[in-house]
DNA sequence: ACGCTGATGGCAGTAACTGTCAACGCCGGA
DNA sequence: TCCGGCGTTGACAGTTACTGCCATCAGCGT
């Protein structure tokens, strides 16, 4: 972290980071398989989290409900406490392509784990990946916004909100058995279609 | 594409790709900065054609169905007739971890230009990113099992369920002017939240 | 004292990518 | 017909991420 600072991340090579930990170059890649794998070290144990708190919510629960309880739960232990920590590494990820790659795979895997272990719980199938993919969509667009942020506002409470956006935004058309006319949810953003 | 196939990605090497081709090493890194970025020659010209559909989707559309629309449109014009091409790019970059970092990243950058057409559209933020975010899941759930499907189901059509089915899923919470009850949408995946 | 084991260092090797310069073909103008 | 740009390619050297292999060393139980 401290040399992608002054460098940058291409700048930095994989020998002055292991000077500047006093190891070989060797040894760092057997810590570390790739070069941006550092800055990834806690993305297993988030997984694990998100997971057992996915399989231990409740059983009559929504599958996103169950999703959006995980990721909450995730941003009040893990994430509320280190902000800024946070704020500046995803200026590293979001100033490197490879960085993001990276990020993107992790959060690919996240999901679908997250969509076996709906699956576990009786989800059929393209319900729980869809759901996976949509509560991850959720998580990126609360976290850019938690992080990018100046105000104070929880990512957790962020997370609901997005939550809520989503659900508004993604509404499909009137099924035959809803009433008809519109439902204008708070902090929907519709264009109107009649 | 033949090579990738023979011996696969990664014991390929780009001096024998130039030589399969004709030509220098050298300028196979002038015209793909990568060695996977052949696989997604086509990126651009997708991303070009969902941005002006959406862009030119009547101005009175739900941001979900502009974009639903758009990837309809673009598996008509472009993928239906590619199956089995498509089938076998798809092995490709599925039994590679680069490769399917480079696919994420590609389709991130594609939601992100459509989020940017909506919020052209008059979107306001939160929504435009979501929605790009739902639609990019939608595609990559239907296209994943357009690939995988063994009947001959449009991807088109694919993707309409899909699309429905992710409505029934982002469901949220009854809002307060909703009518009491379950409303068990054809095609849910619900668990019976009381 | 001795052997075992896991972690580390040292070293050589491969291959992806980059910068630089020379050569070549093409094309419009004198 | 000759010439002078100009864009494309080739050739070559250099850096760096990453891997395989073997030697070394520290701890540790017997």
Do not use: C
Not at 16 to 33: C, K, P
Not at 137 to 142: E, S
Not at 185 to 194: A, D, N, V
């Amino acid at each position: 972290m401290e040399l992608y600072g002054e460098r940058g991340f291409e700048q930095t090579t994989v020998a002055g980071i292991a000077e500047r930990a006093g190891l070989t170059e060797r040894t760092f890649f057997r810590y570390f398989t790739d070069k941006r794998e550092v800055l990834f070290w806690g993305a297993s144990l988030l997984q694990e989290l998100l997971v057992n708190a996915v399989e231990e919510a409740p059983p009559h629960s929504t599958p996103m409900a169950a999703l959006i309880a995980a990721l909450q739960q995730a941003a009040d232990t893990v994430f509320e406490q280190r902000r800024t920590y946070a704020q500046r590494r995803q200026a590293l990820i979001s100033a490197n392509p490879e960085l993001h790659e990276r990020e993107l795979i992790k959060l690919a895997r996240l999901a679908a784990a997250l969509a076996q272990v709906l699956r576990g719980r009786g989800v059929e199938d393209p319900a729980a990946g869809l759901a996976a993919e949509a509560g991850i969509a959720v998580f990126k667009i609360a976290f850019e916004r938690w992080v990018t942020g100046s105000d104070d506002t929880t990512l957790s409470q962020i997370i609901a909100q997005t939550a809520a956006e989503l659900s508004a935004v993604a509404a499909g058309p009137s099924p035959p058995n809803a009433r008809s006319g519109q439902r204008p949810t708070p902090g929907q953003t519709r264009q109107g279609r009649p």
